[in-house]
């Protein structure tokens, strides 16, 4: 999260976390996904919001799951390979020599489960594509496809219940009609809240317990929607994180 704007965020969850654990609390934020899985495994931070992917790369150095975000009911978070309206790729098997944009290695979204759904139809990634290149963010990716920097791209959509996109990634950018799916994965399990290495079980209890009832009172729950685009935090186990565990290859 940066910015201005989104230093007026972290504050207001800061105040609103505080409250809730009675303690100060320092949120911050990181340049990148490895900056913030350093910071997690090594236990230099105690407590982060993390994708899923850091989540599950830094469990073998002590980093614990405590809580998922609860997104809005009915809805589902994948990945997507896109192009621009005006392309002449209409389906995956047109990928072959494409020359693609990925978020990052550790992104769920804008590389490992687009990976995964084209792998699951018997495509070898690193063997398809002429080029990849790592833009770093969903922003980057989006400008270098509008651009024609690259042909293909990964990023975020969600989905209702039926399985109808509701959200695109290139939407922040620009209009839906400019870009369209040639590829969708399957669905994303949520973003966590994990404890360093280094806190105990009663920090970890504590925070637990602090974060999930934000969304009991109007401060909170405005809080979490401004700071995670979640409605509440709820406890969720290990093992709902397996697809993406697959998706690593772990």
């Given at each position: ?15 609103a ?24 495994g ?63 290695t ?33 922003s ?42 040639i ?6 399990p ?13 920090q ?24 995670f ?22």
């Amino acid at each position: 999260m940066h910015g201005p704007g989104r230093a007026v965020v972290r504050e207001s969850f800061s105040e609103a976390l505080g409250a809730a654990i009675g303690d100060f609390v320092e949120v911050s934020s990181l340049p990148d996904y490895d900056a913030l899985a350093e910071a997690m495994g090594s236990g230099s931070v105690d407590f982060a919001w993390l994708p899923p992917a850091v989540y599950v790369s830094q469990e073998s150095r002590g980093v614990a799951l405590l809580l998922a975000c609860g997104r809005v009911s009915g809805t589902e978070y994948r990945g997507t390979l896109f192009v621009r309206q005006d392309s002449a790729l209409k389906q995956p098997s047109d990928l072959a020599g494409a020359r693609v944009a990925w978020v990052d290695t550790k992104s769920s979204a804008g590389y490992l489960f687009p990976r995964m759904a084209l792998r699951l139809r018997g495509m070898k990634p690193d063997d398809l594509f002429a080029e990849q290149k790592f833009l770093g963010s969903h922003s980057a990716v989006v400008q270098a496809v509008a651009l024609g920097d690259a042909d293909v791209g990964a990023t975020y959509l969600t989905t209702d219940a039926e399985g109808r996109p509701t959200r695109q990634g290139w939407q922040a950018e620009l209009p839906a009609e400019a870009m369209r799916s040639i590829l969708v994965s399957e669905p994303i399990p949520a973003d966590v809240v994990c404890a360093g290495p280094k806190v105990t079980k009663q920090q970890k209890d504590a925070m637990a317990t602090a974060l999930m009832a934000l969304h009991d009172h109007a401060e909170g729950r405005r809080a979490l929607m401004a700071f995670f685009g979640a409605q509440r935090l709820e406890p969720s186990l290990p093992s709902h994180y397996d697809s993406v565990r697959a998706a690593y290859g772990k």
